[in-house]
């Protein structure tokens, strides 16, 4: 257990409006993740973190934003919801194991927009 | 640029049958190699791991070679049960990128 946990764990929302997701950790790991799950697609990344106020886009970005503040927490936001952002949503941290490293994911947001 | 490929399910095995769920991938360098496994409901749990090249990961009678030859981390299992039904994910990771690649996911089904 990575100790993270994502709120809200399932949200319904209009589209148009906005929406932010937060996931929070408790072990002071650097990096931190958001992922979208979809069936076909697996899991595609949105955007990582590699430190406070240290962002960078993945794969699938567009409409979506980040900040991170704190060590702890990683806020996603997508600013005007659309029914093509329906999705479960995780968050995860990578930790160095040896010489490799590993990522650990929280157990997911689930959101619909109608 | 990087890419995970895994065989599509699902698959669906008797107890106690034989598993092997393929895996190939393509990267520059020498990526570490996973396997996470996701219940019903719930976030992905990493399952097991290789860093090098012929290395074996194992845990929960899982196992899974790192053949850099055949670009392949297949997973097997000698034995399944009804528990282990999930989806299962290869994926990669290459130093320095920070990112982590996962394949699409396959569904497994065991059926007592």
């Known amino acids: 257990d990575a100790g993270i946990t994502q709120s809200p764990r399932h949200k319904v929302t209009e589209t148009g409006t906005p929406v932010t997701l937060r996931c929070h950790q408790t072990?002071?790991?650097?990096?931190m993740y958001w992922y979208r799950q979809d069936p076909g697609h697996g899991l595609r990344l949105i955007h990582y973190?590699?430190?406070?106020?240290?962002?960078d886009k993945g794969e699938v970005s567009d409409g979506y934003s980040v900040s991170r503040s704190k060590t702890e927490d990683f806020l996603l936001t997508l600013e005007s919801a659309t029914s093509s952002q329906t999705s479960v949503y995780f968050c995860?941290?990578?930790?160095?194991?040896?010489?490799?490293?590993?990522?650990?994911f929280g157990p997911g947001t689930r959101l619909t927009v109608t | 640029g990087n890419s995970v490929t895994q065989m599509e399910g699902p698959v669906t095995l008797s107890e106690e049958a034989f598993l092997t769920i393929n895996c190939t991938y393509t990267?520059?360098?020498?990526?570490?190699l996973f396997w996470y496994v996701q219940y019903p409901g719930e976030g992905l749990q990493l399952l097991l791991k290789?860093?090098?090249?012929?290395d074996k990961g194992s845990n929960k009678g899982f196992e899974a070679t790192y053949r850099k030859e055949t670009t392949s981390f297949h997973l097997e299992k000698g034995s399944v049960q009804v528990s282990d039904s999930a989806v299962y994910f290869c994926?990669?990771?290459?130093?320095?990128?920070?990112?982590?690649?996962f394949g699409t996911g396959t569904r497994l089904k065991v059926l007592a």
């Open positions: 072990e002071n790991h650097r990096y």
């Open positions: 973190s590699y430190g406070v106020k240290d962002t």
């Open positions: 994926a990669l990771y290459t130093s320095g990128t920070y990112k982590y690649i």
């Open positions: 995860a941290i990578s930790t160095r194991d040896g010489s490799s490293y590993e990522q650990y």
């Open positions: 990267a520059t360098g020498y990526p570490s």
């Open positions: 290789a860093t090098k090249a012929d």
